[in-house]
Structure formats: structure tokens, C-alpha cells
DNA sequence: TTGAAAGCGCTAACAT
DNA sequence: ATGTTAGCGCTTTCAA
């Protein structure tokens, strides 16, 4: 049925070898013009299709990558993530295997399991938000990348997301804005992206010669409501411009503000951060914010695990938030 | 340096045929106990895993399914369709290879080659929205499930949310709180779902006895914008229900609605249509809605495919379109 | 320049 | 009950 080498080689007259290197222009081997020629013909005459499995067999190396994933085909935006690790496998000449594993410690020991069986060339293990991880024991004995998240003594080779300068980006787009009272609503569950967003809000500020004041800084549940639930407080602070936690607590916020009669940014200007698209660009004013890359999250993580990228040792690799301006500033 | 079952039979004394058998639990196969025990032993000892590709190999049918889609990676909730994909695929031992192609058709080509070298037993085609569309030639001579999208002629195999159902089902929502003058704000864009739900909402109205007016019907782009824009025609048309061609839609409308100072669901009660988690559960008041039944569409394409499904011959297959209620009406 | 043949790790008759 | 052996489709020395 399906069409072999075998098949070629009959058909145009020569030996398997003779198919193999024609088919992969091997560099060393000399064909003749007019074998090389026959084999071609044959090729196409008989639909012929290597067989990527019986290569990496003999080869004795794949070229399949594993990707798995604790929530990242639920969650919105880190599709993402798959999308940038796919493509960049892609480029070089690689497959992605992907399995979702929803958290679970079983299903994740089988999707482990399952893509060590496909000999995968290494595994890129992902979070779908930015934390800290237990590495699962049998990551150990194998090439794996942590994606958006780390491991506590990062004894793993990580990429993640450069919260801090994300938070200083932000508050830097609120500065240039000529904004000198900025409120920072952050989230009260801890995390990197607390922290970070919120030393690099600090940061900024510092920079730019203005006292931090802690009565500046808000705490609010990570969703709309939070943001929401959070407006009374910031506008009796005095803030003149805001930066939220996300861009969910931003759209809460874009609420409250606007139940008070606030116009944004006429009165209030806010900058939220994610980059959640079907909220960010479609809110009224649509909202600056800054990008989580979680396709270059991706795209890196497969670099680093090919040995394309060297990280300084040890280190999580951190990838920029770039700005995404709109006209919430 | 990897340990094959050459090396596991060595260590206990058995032939390979033995361990293969072991491995398997072949079900005709007579291994005594002893045997078996020194097998298994020797498996843990050497940490021995199986080569899944030597075996696809081997017994000539692999276990990979590919999943081409155009944009499922990038666009919110369609990584659903990747995940019920995975989910179902994993259930019947099967792995899913995943390439996002952008709607590139070379990309889209190369993808479905690469596939077809993997040896995939099919492929699923999956678009981000549910639309017609010109399959690619590749696919023409393989075992091929669209999801999410059909062939004009209906020549393969489909499955496809049941839109009209859908536009029944958020209509009867409305109907059921007691709401005669419903309006429905449809997209501008041609498309299943636009003429679909659009009959839905037809077919309800008509079951329950109310005459169709098209003055009710509005056209309206179909994100935020759109809504808000359509909201004074809405007003205008005395309506005390809108059905809303998608979430996005209707948060556009709920800004509108709330500009002229009418409360949802009291003035004016609002349903959506797709459940994008983000918009609906976070509005205020939580959008009630009808879900994309994406996961579903995954899962059953790989069932189709793998023949466990039998749809009625050259028909699309419906996947239902779950009503999920909350406080917008 | 080309071909023969020995694997790659595993399965499946067929023997024993 | 267990072992032998011939492939599966391809790569790769090594000869010719």
C-alpha cells in the first residue's frame, strides 16, 4: 500500500542507497546525473513519502519535542505558548507533541511516560500563569525546559516572564504621561507577577524621583470584580493615573471609575497588563497595557532546550513585557 | 546508552519474544510466572521504557493523530478544540501531533506532509470559527475530520456546533422570563453562525407563537463595538430582551445600555452567545449565555476518525450548543 | 558512482 | 512455555 523506498529504488532501477541519498542530498555522496534523475522521476511517479519513523529508528534520534502543558489549551492567552514552541520546532525541523495534562499528577506522569517513549529529543514543561513549580520526579533523568515557571532552587533551565521590568514599564507609561500620583492595584495572591509587577512599579517610580507611598498601593482579587471593588479606594487616594494587575482588574476598574463619573484618561488614566486581547482592544477607551510573551515564551524554551540559546547558567532565562500602548493613557 | 528489551531478555535469562510478550500482556501468550516475574523485575531494574516508534514501526499502524488548525492557538477559546482533541486521542491511546499554520497555505501543506511521514492514521482540519471552507488537496487522499468547518459539497467527514440550535436555545432563554418583544443583534458577517442563529432565534419565536419582526433584527459588528453602537436602535425598537450574536457583542451593548441608564436585567435583560469565560462570567451582572461546545468538537472529531462515531453518511455532524444561565436575564 | 548488507528496537509467526 | 527469526523502512559503513 504505502509506497517504500524499496518500491523507488525498483522503479528507477538502483539500489536503496542510491534513494536514500538522492532523497536526503546527502553532501559526500556523488550520484550520477542520470540516476539521481530516475530516482526523482520514480519519486513523484509513485507518490513516494519517506518514512519519518523508520528514519529517526535507524537514525537513532528524533526529532519530536514534548510539550506539556498544566492548563494551556483551557487558558485563554498561552495558547500562545504552544503556538511560539511550535513554530520555532518547526523552524528547526522538529515536532511538537502536546499533551494537557489539567494539573494532574497522573495524567502528567503518563504524558511524561508517553513522550519518553517517542524518544523525544527533551520535554518543555508548562505553567499557565507564572509560578514556581515541584518539578515531577521523572523530569529529572531527562532534557527539560521549564516554561513560565521555575523550580524553587532553579536547578532547571528556565524561561520566564521579566515581571519587574514589566511592572516598570508600565508605571513608566503612566510617568510619561506627565503622571506623578500613581496608584498600583495589585493582587493579593502572591506570586512572581505580584512581586515583580510590584518592585518594578517601585522601581519606576524611584527612577523617575518620586517617594513611594504605600497608600498608594491597593490590593485586589485578580478579576474584574477586584478591580471593581477597588475604585472607591483609588479615587479617594488622590491617584491620577492607575496601574493595574491585569488587564481584567482594569476592565473592574474602568467600571468603577465610570459609575463615578470619572472619563478615562481624561480623569483617570490606566494601564492594565496581559494584554488580553478580547478585553484589552475592545474596552471604551481601549487599554494600554503591557504583553505577557508567552508565544516567545515559548519559541525560547524550545531554543534553550535545542542548545541554540545559552543561558547564563542556572539562571532563568527572563523575556521582555513590551508596552502596548492604546488610549487608556 | 537507552536500554532495549535486547538488554531486559538478557537480564532475565528469557528471549526478547518473551519480554515483548510480557510488555504487551499479550492475551494468547503462556509466559510462566517465574519468567514473567524476572521480566518484570529486570524492566524496573534497567528503568527500561518501550520505543514507541520501533513499535509503530514494526506493527506498521501508528498511533499519532495530527491536528492542523488555522489559528486555534492563537484565538482564545478554540484551544478547546485542541484540548478535547488531546483528551479523546489520549483516551484511546493515541497521541496528537499539533501544527498551527496561520492559514498559511504553504505552511498548511507543509504541516500535513509532515503529518502524513509521521504516519498519522488521519487528520483533523480545524478552523478557529466555524465557516466553509476549500479543503486543502493533500487532504483529498487521507483519512481527514473537519472540525469546526466543512467542505461546500459536504465531501468529508464534519463536525460542527449546531448554531441553529444555539440561536433556539438563547432565545428560549428569554422567552422563558416572560419576554415577547425580543430583539436579536446579529453579526454583519455572512457565516454559519450569523444565518444560523439568526433561524434559531426565528424558530423559537415562532414556536411560541409570536410573529417575527424584522424590525428587531439589527446587524451590529461583532465585538464590543458593535454592541455599543447598535444599543440606541435596540432602545429605540422597544425591545425588552436582546440576543446578542456573541459575548463580545454583548459588552458592547451592556456599555450602551448602561450609558442611557437602563439595568440589566431589570430594563432590559441580555443574552450572548460562544461563553468566552474572560467577557461572560465577569460582566456585571455575569452574562448569561449559550457555550461553543469547542472541547466537544475536538473530542468528537477524533472519534469520527477513529471510526468509533458513525456519523450519518455525508452529513455534518451537530454538536449541541449547552445554554449557560446567569444573571443577565 | 553505486550496491550489499548490517543494523535501529520491536512484533509476530513458527519452531521447539 | 519459550526461543528463533524474519521482517518493518531507512541509514550507513564498506566494497566493488
Redesign the interface.
Known sequence: MTTTMRDVAKAAGVSVATVSHVVNDKPGARIGDDARRRVQEAIVALGY??????K??SEGS?RFIGLVADA??????A??I??GA??EA?RHGF??????TEGNAAAEN?AI??M????VRGILYSTWYHREIEVPPPLQHTETVLVNCFAGDDSFAAVVPDEEQGGRTATEQLLAAGHRRIAFVNTTSPSPARSGRLAGYRSALEAAGIAGDDALVFEAAP???GG?DAAAAVIASGATAVFCHND?VA??LY?GL?ERGLRIPDDVAVIGFDN????AA???PPLSTVALPHYELGAAGVRTLLGLESPATGARQLIACPSVPRESV
Open positions: 513519502r519517506p518514512n519519518a519513523l523508520a529517526t529508528l528524533s494551556i489549551a483551557t487558558t485563554p492567552f495558547g500562545q504552544i503556538h511550535q513554530d518547526w515536532v511538537l507533541l502536546v499533551a494537557n503518563d511516560a508517553m519518553l517513549e517517542h524518544q478579576q474584574q470584580e471593581y481584567r476592565m473592574g467600571d465610570r488580553q486581547d478580547v478585553i475592545h474596552l471604551r
